[in-house]
Structures are given as structure tokens and as C-alpha cells.
């Protein structure tokens, strides 16, 4: 579920995250999820500071990415991973996808300088999307999305975060550049919107997410803007009574409430979750709650039977020029 180097000063991708989180084990049930599930699933990973989290429905467990080595991992719900993916598909992985309907899972790969195969030919120039069989780990597509056709006049990308429409697209947000990319289920890139609004000097695009009422809804890390974006490439901004600076992962629940993680790691944001609703087809929203996140460095949530949980990976420690392979899922 992040754009500078980290030796300057943001990881980015808002792609988030000095304090550690506390590790709380143990299982606690919770009303409305019943028993069974922890409120704290933490582990330890050699892929260290997972930056994107899914649920797999098939597997019930979630799925992570890494920001050092790229690969990506099962973690059930007592914290131990193991890795699915062995042969990552880029120097960092961010947004992960888990589409069951089609047997897929959807990552963005890019290099914002911090990956242990980071280079200067590949840094904030690797930017695409790798789809999985979601059963075998077996590579179906890699879709390059930093190519001269899609951005013709160059600079610096790193694709972030994706959502799935009902037809299997893909959309895609580069917190570095000015487009949001539209991928079909054969693979093939397009550029769904480019816009000077989309565009930043830091981190840009971040989260994004799709309404089966047919649009998208995607925010901007540095400004807190959020946008409604249809498929034709219009772009309008949500109405919010205040901007959700720092925005990282979105979530859309069933009963059309966006669930929202901001952080503090390259924007003068606040860490927390808040939960918004529209009565409009979200040309406005307004905000039902919003919990200050008491975690270090939440940067997206996966929606699951079990309850939203948000996750950290110790991203936070990574900017700060130290060393973990702790990673925490909050339920929310």
C-alpha cells in the first residue's frame, strides 16, 4: 500500500514508514469479527519494510511486498512468512492486488533508491506492474510502464499503487509523474489521465481505488487532495473539509465508505486512519471518524472477513538510516 532517497529525506511512495510499535501477541476477539483472529499479527522477514499488504480469500492469509528486496511474501495470521514470490519483479515492490475472480495477483514494482539492487540506471526509472497466477506464483505479465510511448517527455517515475475495475483493468498511480496508466487483463498499457494536477516536486498520486459505481478514487501524498477520476479521464476533486495530507493506502468497504491511512513520512501529515463517506458519488465527503494511528509509520490496510488492518513495516526506522525486519498488522 510512497518519493525521494531515502538519504535525503523521504522514501516515499507514501509508501510509507520513531518509535516502534509495541509487539503484542496473542489472540483477542473482537466484536462484529468474532474470536479466533489477533489484533496484532508481527513477525520478522529477511524482506524487510513491506510497504503494500493484500488478503488472499484463497490462501486467508495476507500477502506483503519489500522495499529492500522486492519479493514477496505469505504471512498467516500468526505472523510467519515465507516467501511466494522468489524472483522479484523489480527492485521494490508497493501496491499488491489480489484479484481471486481471475486467479491473479496484480504488484507494482519500481526503484526509489532504497532497494539492495537499487542502481543509477535503475533508480526512479524502473516503474511497472508484474501479474501472478495468484495459485502457482507463476509470471503472466510484466508491464513495463516507464516506456517512451506512455511518457514521452521522461523525468522520474516508480509505479505505487493500483485498484482492479470489474472488467480485470488495472490503474495505476507514479507518485513522481503526472498520469495515472490504465492496464488491460492481456497486459497492455495505456495512459488513462495526464494532468498537470496529478504532478508533484515530491510525492504525488499515491493511493487509489475503484468504485463499482464506475470511477476511481485516488489521493495525492504532499497536498491531501483527493480526486475523482472517471474512465474517460476526467478528473475533478473531492469536496473534504479538510485535505488528507500524508494520504498512503485507501480502502473502499462494501457499504461505499473510504477508509483512509495518511502518515507523517515525507508530509506534514498526521498518522491515522480516517473513514469517510459521500452522498454524492463522492464530489464531496465528509468524515465519520478519524483515530490518530499510535503506530509508527501506517502506510495501507487490507480489508478482511476478520476486520481491517493496517500495516507498518518499519519504514520509518529504514529513513531514519537504521536496520529492522519487524513488520505489524493492526486491525483497525
Same mark, same amino acid.
Given at each position: 500500500?510512497?518519493?525521494?532517497? &531515502? ?14 510499535? @509495541? ?7 473482537? #466484536? ?12 520478522? #522477514? ?45 527492485? $521494490?515492490? /508497493?501496491?499488491? *492486488? ?25 533508480? /526512479? ?31 522520474? *517515475? ?5 485498484? &482492479? ?7 495505476? #498511480? ?8 490504465? &492496464? ?35 489521493? %495525492?501524498?504532499?497536498? =491531501?487532495?483527493?480526486?475523482? &477520476? ?12 479538510? @485535505? ?7 480502502? /473502499? ?14 508530509? !506534514? ?7 469517510? %463517506? ?23 490496510? #487490507?480489508?478482511?472477513?476478520? =476486520?481491517?488492518?493496517?500495516? $507498518? ?6 529513513? !531514519? ?10 486491525? /483497525?
Amino acid at each position: 500500500m510512497m518519493f525521494r532517497r &531515502i538519504a535525503t529525506v523521504v522514501a516515499v511512495l507514501a509508501s510509507a514508514f520513531a518509535v516502534p510499535a @509495541p509487539a503484542v501477541a496473542g489472540v483477542v476477539g473482537v #466484536t462484529g469479527y468474532g474470536s479466533g483472529w489477533p489484533d496484532v499479527v508481527s513477525g520478522v #522477514t529477511a524482506d524487510r519494510y513491506p510497504e503494500g499488504v493484500t488478503w488472499d480469500p484463497t490462501r486467508q492469509t495476507f500477502l506483503v511486498g519489500s522495499i529492500a528486496t522486492g519479493r514477496i511474501d505469505v504471512v498467516d495470521r500468526a505472523g510467519h512468512p515465507r516467501t511466494f514470490i522468489e524472483q522479484a519483479p523489480g527492485v $521494490s515492490t /508497493f501496491g499488491l *492486488h489480489v484479484d481471486a475472480r481471475r486467479n491473479r495477483l496484480l504488484v507494482t514494482y519500481a526503484d526509489i533508491g532504497n532497494g539492495e539492487r537499487s542502481s543509477p540506471a535503475t533508480a /526512479f526509472n524502473q516503474s511497472g506492474v508484474a501479474i501472478y497466477n495468484l495459485r502457482t506464483g507463476r509470471l503472466q505479465h510484466r508491464v513495463d510502464l516507464n516506456t517512451a510511448a506512455l511518457n514521452p517527455a521522461g523525468g522520474r *517515475h516508480g509505479a505505487n499503487d493500483l485498484a &482492479i475495475d470489474g472488467a480485470g483493468n488495472a490503474y495505476v #498511480t507514479d507518485p513522481a509523474g503526472d498520469a495515472i496508466y490504465r &492496464i488491460t487483463p492481456a497486459g497492455r498499457a495505456s495512459v488513462l489521465v495526464r494532468d498537470p494536477r496529478l504532478q508533484s516536486a515530491t510525492i504525488g498520486m499515491n493511493g487509489i481505488v475503484w468504485d463499482p459505481a464506475g470511477y476511481l478514487l485516488a489521493v %495525492r501524498y504532499d497536498s =491531501g487532495t483527493l480526486y475523482r &477520476i472517471s474512465l474517460r479521464g476526467g478528473i475533478t476533486e473531492v469536496r473534504l473539509a479538510r @485535505p488528507l495530507v500524508g494520504g498512503d493506502g485507501l480502502a /473502499f468497504t462494501a457499504d461505499r465508505k473510504l477508509i483512509a491511512v495518511t502518515n507523517k513520512l515525507g508530509a !506534514a501529515g498526521n498518522e491515522a486512519v480516517t473513514v469517510l %463517506r459521500s452522498t454524492d458519488g463522492y464530489r464531496s465527503a465528509d468524515v465519520i471518524t478519524s483515530k490518530a494511528w499510535p503506530f509508527a509509520g501506517p502506510t495501507t490496510m #487490507t480489508l478482511t472477513p476478520h =476486520g481491517p488492518y493496517v500495516l $507498518s513495516g518499519r519504514i520509518d526506522v529504514l529513513l !531514519a538510516g537504521r536496520n529492522s525486519n519487524e513488520f505489524e498488522l493492526h486491525r /483497525f
